[in-house]
């Protein structure tokens, strides 16, 4: 019972305040609107007619498609790269944790000054080079880019220590009976270190689809969701208009939109790879 109540709590009550409060119109400048229920749906119906949040969608999937792909592949890269065993390689694996340990803010701050042309390191070797310097934050084609390879700088850690437990606690026998078989280096990645390897890829992609829709600090300090709209996925936008406009019922509605996209997704991956296992 404490357990339930402390979920209760800390999760169930403010997700049924949210889902109550998006079937209002709350406007903090009209403090009549507060739990008017006389049209739960208004919100909903104006999300359907509302091209900046489609936009926002479009700009979530993107960037969640992006991050978490080239997360799970540079984890895996490493890993595989970590997992030979020598005192080198062993010594360095705690490196490759920082960008993880740090505090969101602060890796924001790291690549805004990064892809700051003024003072950016990475346009200064560009020019050594001869080569463009664009302004990364402002250019429309480059801005969500900058998040994308932020945000994979941070978290790949994450994948690359589930990846490289499981290949630590890979069995030996199947690996063996391999290279028995005459099966070369890749043929053996291929064919059995990564069917063996499909679960912990498969959670690794799940944890990180669900937090790559709170990449909040990262647009907040180094866009702003600009220029224009460019980085501006659902989440931002759901700030926007409770934080800035003062809608929050129509803010609460994104939000719910989010949260119940996340669980579904959350669902249909687990599905899909239970079905995968079993087939297998």
């Known amino acids: 019972m404490p357990a339930l109540l402390i979920l209760f709590v800390v999760t169930i009550a403010p997700s ?5 409060t ?77 960008p993880m340990v740090l505090p969101p803010v602060v890796v924001a701050i790291i690549w805004k000054v990064l892809f700051t042309p003024d003072v950016s390191v990475i346009n200064w070797a560009l020019g050594l080079v001869h080569l463009p310097q664009p302004s ?3 250019d429309p084609h480059l801005a969500l880019w900058t998040i994308i390879i932020a945000d994979v700088w941070e978290w790949f850690p ?3 220590l589930m990846i490289l437990a499981a290949l630590q606690m890979m069995p030996d026998e199947p690996l063996e009976a391999a ?13 059995v270190v990564l069917p063996l390897l499909r679960p ?29 709209v460019t980085t501006q996925p659902t989440n ?8 800035s406009y003062n809608f929050i019922g129509y803010s609460s509605a994104i939000s719910v939109i989010v949260l ?16 995968r296992m079993q087939l297998d």
């Open 16 to 20: 049924l305040f949210l889902v109550a």
């Open 22 to 98: 998006s079937l209002t119109p709350l406007d903090l400048s009209r403090p009549a609107t507060w739990w008017d229920f006389r049209d739960p749906l208004v919100n909903y119906r104006s999300l359907l007619r509302d091209d900046l949040f489609a936009s926002s969608v479009w700009v979530q999937v993107y960037l969640s498609v992006a991050t978490v792909g080239f997360q799970l592949l540079a984890g895996l890269v490493i890993a595989v790269i970590l997992n030979r065993r020598t005192r080198f390689l062993e010594a360095v694996r705690a490196i490759f944790v920082i």
């Open 179 to 191: 290279r028995i078989d005459g099966a070369g280096a890749w043929q053996t990645f291929f064919y």
């Open 260 to 275: 119940a996209f996340s669980f579904l997704l959350s669902w249909l991956i687990i599905r899909m790879a239970g079905t």
């Open 236 to 243: 931002y936008y759901a700030y926007l208009q409770g934080f």
């Open 136 to 138: 990364w934050l402002t």
């Open 158 to 160: 994450f994948t690359m």
């Open 200 to 228: 912990v890829i498969v959670l690794a992609a799940l944890f990180r689809l669900i937090e790559s829709v709170k990449a909040f600090p990262l647009i907040f300090i180094m866009t702003s969701g600009g220029p224009g």
